[in-house]
């Protein structure tokens, strides 16, 4: 992904950044418009896995819808091109400040989870003299096999409505004078490996539920299956791109689409994942009592997807590459900076003999990295920079008043760490 002028580039950005493929995302946004012009199936991307305006305002421009889960991200789709009437808002709660909003901007639907909510969304519709297209987010009670904390549509979870309370809904709509149901809506889960088992039998599951409410007389213009398509995270240079049409297939494949119906999908972290990745660089390097720690200037506040959940990212030592001969491999655990034990990239990982001032790639973090970064420890966030727009990347040389030494320089890590011979400056 990386070729080496590019990484030239990031030797003059201070670092920690996240550095986004743009050529990528267009390749993988291409590749879901024309899936969903030839499945028929509409598609609105998860606005939550990232909120960057170069990457909504790309995905907009290419004519997909945005799915929204807070007030914010309605607002930002909206300021990024994203038509009013293509933005649905999802969420267990919506505050009512929230629902105004999105109410005053006349979005395409409101998927609301609970009958309180569509009671609310009701009564503040009928209050400000406007109608409420709302779809109703359904528990199917399906286990996604992915991690407990991104499984989203089994009995257990906060999401949707359950089985119990389909014929107290049915009624509540029936009483519901500002509210215009669109249909249903479904999301199981996030990271979905098992691709066509788990989305076939969230199809089929699907197709029952519908059949349930049409039979109540209701009509479902509108079934939406949620996103959740995992990526590759071991191999994002062999498998880029997710696997869309096996996503795409299994749905078609697996329910009964009623005349004129139309379907719709939410991906969000197979859209971005893969063209994001954060760029640090290697601070110290020590030996432990029993390992050998790297130690970046990037840490769980800028990316807490390991700590939070576990979660694998690969790690590249992008310099490793422009040393001459033959790089030694070590087994290091790579860890930030955060004065947390969980602030820890990855354990027993074999990279190239690593010295200071090596610039490390942490891959696949495009969706759900910058996203879900904090000040934790009063750190700075780390900044967006563009594939196709390094002129606006914060310059290492502004934050140290000299210029950096020439990207070569620092091939010479006898350089960084005076007083060390050049061969042995990384060994421990
Ligand atoms: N639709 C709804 C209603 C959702 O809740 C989500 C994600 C999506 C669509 C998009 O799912 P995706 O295609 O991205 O899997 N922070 C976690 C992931 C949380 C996903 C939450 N909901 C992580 O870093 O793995």
Redesign the pocket.
């Known amino acids: 992904m990386f070729d080496l002028a590019s990484i030239e580039k990031f030797e003059h950005i201070a670092t920690p950044f996240y550095y986004y493929d743009m050529e990528l995302l267009g390749r993988t946004v291409d590749m879901l418009s024309c899936l969903s012009a030839r499945y028929g199936i509409d598609v609105h991307y998860?606005v939550?896995?990232n909120v960057e305006k170069r990457i909504l305002e790309m995905i907009a421009g290419r004519g997909i819808g945005a799915?929204c889960?807070s007030g914010n991200e309605v607002l930002r789709a909206l300021e990024c091109g994203f038509p009013a009437d293509r933005i649905v808002f999802?969420g267990v709660g919506k505050s009512d400040r929230e629902i105004h909003d999105a109410l005053a901007a006349g979005i395409g639907a409101f998927?609301c989870e609970s009958l309180h909510e569509i009671y609310v969304v009701n009564a503040m519709a009928g209050a400000y003299g406007l109608r409420a297209r709302v779809a109703v987010?359904i528990n199917p009670n399906i286990d996604a096999h992915t991690?407990k904390?991104?499984t989203?549509g089994l009995f257990e979870n906060k999401f949707g409505i359950a089985r119990h309370e389909f014929e107290a809904l049915v009624e509540l709509l029936g009483r519901c004078r500002n509210i215009d149901f669109t249909g249903l809506h479904f999301?199981i889960?996030?990271?979905?490996t098992e691709v066509s088992e788990v989305f076939s039998l969230e199809a089929r599951r699907a197709g029952e539920i519908v059949s349930w409410f049409e039979d109540k007389g209701l009509h479902v213009a509108d079934v939406d299956f949620?996103?959740?398509?995992g990526v590759d995270y071991e191999d994002p240079d062999g498998n880029p791109m997710a696997h869309f049409e096996a996503w795409f297939k299994a749905i078609v494949e697996n329910y009964h689409r009623r005349d004129g119906q139309r379907l719709h999908l939410?991906?969000?972290?197979?859209v971005v994942a893969q063209c994001g990745t954060l760029i640090s660089r290697v601070l110290f390097v020590k030996r432990g009592e029993t390992k050998n720690f790297l130690i970046l200037d990037a840490g769980m506040n800028d990316l807490v997807?390991p700590a939070l959940?576990g979660?694998y990212h690969k790690i590249e030592n992008l310099s490793s590459r422009f040393r001459k001969g033959f790089s030694e491999m070590q087994a290091y655990d790579v860890v930030g900076p955060v004065c947390e034990s969980s602030d820890v990239w990855g354990q027993g990982r074999l990279l190239p003999m690593s010295v200071r001032g090596d610039l490390m790639a942490i891959r696949s973090a495009g969706?759900?990295g910058q996203v879900?970064a904090s000040r934790y420890n009063l750190r700075d966030f780390a900044p967006a920079v563009f594939s196709d727009d390094f002129d606006g990347a914060p310059r290492y040389a502004d934050y140290f008043g000299t210029e950096m030494p020439d990207a070569l320089q620092h091939l010479r890590p006898a350089a960084r760490i005076p007083g060390t011979d050049p061969e042995s400056a990384g060994r421990i």
Do not use: W
């Open positions: 998860a939550k896995a799915d889960v999802a998927n987010r991690h904390y991104v989203t999301h889960g996030s990271q979905i949620g996103g959740g398509l939410e991906p969000g972290r197979s997807r959940y979660a969706a759900y879900m």
